[in-house]
């Protein structure tokens, strides 16, 4: 196959329509990077035919929730199963993994300790490839076949890329990979390479990838599957429906995500207006964005009054969030504004405690799905958060996504050199390094009587 820009299969209109978010101009088809032909802003799918006949409320929750006794492929889907609230498409043609259908936990040590009676975590890492991705991926991907497309292709701090070489090999296409060189954990890395992705370091970051897939994309027939692509979003909202239901549609008062590239507040927002919308919740939950003090674009934006970003270079050990231009800003600040959300940023120091605590519920996550305790902590501290009130932390990947830091902080070795080395000592007791001993009965016993007394 030659890269030729003439060869390019075209996105095919269906029962959805892309509006700009910006101009609000409405076309059937979508250009390759996504923008909007008459001002350039970003692209959303709205649905023209709920104009004329609303989807009713109650027959499509009682329609969703037996779908989870059904055994085709669309009805295993968490994320299919709620297809009268995403674009349309042919069962067969169906990209999927069995995404979704992810547990809600309750974290009852971290309410403990917040004064809360309880707490919820909605596990996006118990997805088929360990993160929220999965959800978004099996929309995308499957557009890009029906489309015709035999390349995707998406920048990535290195979920979205093991995510998309996932689904890539399940449908048949092939996979263009770039993230930024030593700055994603080996984890990600290494499913990305054995899902069969052309993987590219790139020396450059986030923000560096995603300029050069936008480009890419213009010049090849390449689709690109990034959060800009708006079907990616449909996807992750299925996110927040599946979380309303597994809540009986009572909403809670509060949802908490990670701020990244900013397509899952952005996607999680749009559920909860379209949900309340739809008449399926009769109250909106207030959605508030956290950050990485290190990586505080929106956090920032939002202070300076929201219409114009103000990008950041972006440093933290949470490298899923490591981004500085996120390119789903201008969503994020309107899920924000409509929900009534708030904006958060917190330290290294919190995020690793956080995660700990999280961890030691006995689910785990990875470092970016943590910034999410510590900024309810913070929430709780200003008083946007009462502690009587109920609180969803999503999860957004597992806590094998990125060992080294777990490792690296039960060694005490996050911090060691850094300006936080000394605060670092006050997450002592949460901290739990193997130790190592001759294979003597003795010297076993010996530590687990010490434990015992600890
Ligand atoms: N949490 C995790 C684990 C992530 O991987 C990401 C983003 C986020 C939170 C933030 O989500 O970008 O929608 O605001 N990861 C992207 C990637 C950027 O390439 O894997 P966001």
């Known amino acids: 196959m030659g890269f030729s820009s003439t060869s390019v299969p075209a996105v095919h209109p269906a029962d959805f329509q892309f509006r700009c978010i910006a101009c609000g101009h409405l076309s059937d088809s979508a250009s390759r990077d996504f923008r909007c032909a008459a001002c350039r802003d970003l692209l959303e799918i709205t ?170 994309v213009l010049r090849a027939p390449v689709y690109q599957l990034n959060s800009i692509n708006p079907f990616r979003l449909e996807g992750q909202k299925t996110i927040a429906l599946e979380l309303l239901e597994q809540l009986e549609w009572e909403p809670p008062n509060h949802i908490i995500v990670p701020g990244g590239n900013l397509g899952n507040s952005s996607a999680i927002g749009k559920a909860l207006v379209e949900t309340r919308d739809l008449g399926l919740i009769s109250q909106l939950p207030k959605l508030s964005v956290i950050q990485a003090a290190g990586a505080n674009a929106l956090a920032r934006t939002v202070r300076e009054g929201g219409k114009r970003l103000v990008a950041v270079q972006p440093d933290t050990r949470a490298t899923a969030i490591r981004i500085g231009s996120p390119a789903s800003w201008k969503k994020a600040v309107q899920a924000l504004e409509a929900t009534g959300g708030a904006c958060e940023e917190v330290s290294e120091i919190e995020i690793a405690q956080a995660k700990a605590e999280i961890g030691a519920e006995g689910i785990g996550c990875e470092p970016a799905s943590a910034v999410t305790l510590a900024g309810l902590k913070r929430l709780l501290k200003r008083g946007f958060v009462k502690p009587a009130e109920t609180v969803v932390l999503v999860l957004t990947g597992h806590s094998l996504k990125d060992p080294d830091y777990t490792i690296d ?24 390094p193997p130790i190592v001993l001759d294979a003597m009965l003795d010297a076993v016993l010996r530590v687990l009587d010490q434990a015992e007394k600890s």
């Open 47 to 216: 649905y023209p035919a709920w104009k004329q006949r609303k989807p009713e409320p109650e027959p499509l929750t009682s329609l969703w929730r037996n779908r989870r006794t059904l055994m085709n492929d669309a009805d295993l889907s968490g994320v299919w199963r709620f297809r009268e609230l995403l674009p349309a498409v042919d069962e067969a043609q169906i990209v999927t993994l069995r995404e979704g259908n992810t547990p809600l936990y309750r974290l009852p040590r971290c309410a403990r300790s917040l004064g809360m009676p309880q707490l919820l975590a909605k596990h996006q890492g118990m997805n088929p490839t360990g993160s929220f991705k999965d959800t978004g991926m099996t929309v995308a991907a499957t557009f890009a076949r029906r489309a015709g497309f035999h390349w995707v292709a998406c920048a990535s701090t290195g979920n979205t890329s093991a995510s998309m070489a996932a689904y890539a090999a399940r449908g048949g296409m092939r996979s263009l990979v770039l993230v930024p060189e030593g700055k994603i954990s080996w984890s990600k890395l290494s499913q990305a390479l054995d899902y069969g992705a052309l993987t590219c370091q790139l020396r450059t970051d986030f923000d560096g990838c995603l300029g050069l897939l936008q480009q890419l």
């Open 409 to 432: 902080f039960h060694r005490g070795e996050l911090f060691r050199g850094t300006a936080d080395e000394s605060a670092a000592t006050a997450l002592g007791p949460l901290r739990h």
